[in-house]
């Protein structure tokens, strides 16, 4: 890459998921830079190779552009700690929002300076794996700093019923989170689901007859279950939100809400197993058993 199209870019904040997206922007020929104060030294060591600033006023004077990856009931706040600084550059939400909240942190950084993401797949480790989708006015041009590393950057154009309709529509602004919000309203939906089963089987003392007759009649819902436990124990903290976030974006469009409120609800129960090992499914059964107030 060229220098003059070498950029700063700050990457709030360098999770599991952020780290690899920072990762991507390093491999691109960007400069990418994070806030250190008051981070674990978990955090500390995953970033390692970036450029630490001491408070989110020191990377808002420096960078170009920001993005924002943090826990979804995080997202609007930390639009509005941006907002209060002096920083001018493009803001990137990558976040598991309702395009509605999207919506509202457009408004809070002003929609000309804002692009709407949503990242489906795992931290991408390897290419093919994870794709940050893009929409926006600068959703082609923020899509293009992604030209190499793991990380595959999709700009969303807009549909030709949107054009028709108007092409400045709100909704065109964050098509990248209606993506998501469809997407892991399955995904993540129907692990909490297949969790909460096994949860009401154990309740009632048939998870034995349960497991034996999907042995019969529905042979991968036993693995499907475990999977669902070892993939979802540990960041169940962070889907609560998320949950709640798709069961926004179902009411907004006037369908039933109820079925991921539920799911948040499968996911709270669960937070507690954060920062543990993957847990197998008998383990997070029994988180699920407990009642809120044990």
Request: glycine share 8%.
């Amino acid at each position: 890459m060229a220098k003059d199209t070498s950029r700063n870019i700050g990457v709030l904040h360098p999770g599991s998921m952020g780290i690899t997206v920072a990762r991507s922007l390093q491999d691109s020929g960007h400069k990418v830079g994070w806030v250190a104060a008051n981070r674990s030294a978990q955090t500390r060591d995953r970033a390692k190779g970036l450029i630490a600033f001491d408070s989110l006023d020191e990377i808002s004077a420096w960078a170009d552009a920001l993005i924002s990856i943090c826990p979804p009931h995080g997202a609007v706040a930390l639009a509005q700690q941006v907002h209060a600084t002096a920083f001018g550059g493009l803001y990137i939400d990558a976040n598991a929002l309702a395009p509605s909240t999207s919506l509202q942190i457009g408004e809070i950084m002003g929609l000309g300076a804002y692009v709407d993401g949503g990242i489906i797949g795992p931290p991408a480790l390897q290419p093919g794996t994870t794709r940050l989708y893009l929409s926006g006015h600068h959703a082609a041009g923020v899509a293009a700093w992604f030209s190499a590393g793991a990380l595959q950057a999709v700009p969303m154009a807009p549909t030709q019923q949107q054009l028709e309709n108007d092409e400045s529509a709100p909704e065109q602004h964050v098509a990248a989170s209606m993506l998501k919000m469809s997407y892991a309203a399955y995904s993540k939906g129907a692990s909490a689901l297949l969790l909460s089963v096994n949860a009401l089987a154990e309740a009632g003392g048939v998870t034995e007859a349960l497991h034996s007759e999907w042995a019969i009649s529905a042979p991968s819902l036993l693995k499907q279950s475990q999977r669902a436990a070892l993939m979802t124990s540990g960041k169940a903290w962070r889907f609560e939100g998320e949950m709640l976030e798709i069961s926004e974006t179902y009411s907004d469009v006037g369908l039933p809400d109820a079925l991921h409120a539920g799911a948040a609800e499968v996911y709270e129960r669960m937070a507690a197993l954060k920062d543990l090992p993957p847990q197998e499914l008998e383990a997070v059964v029994a988180a699920l058993l407990r009642r809120p107030e044990e």
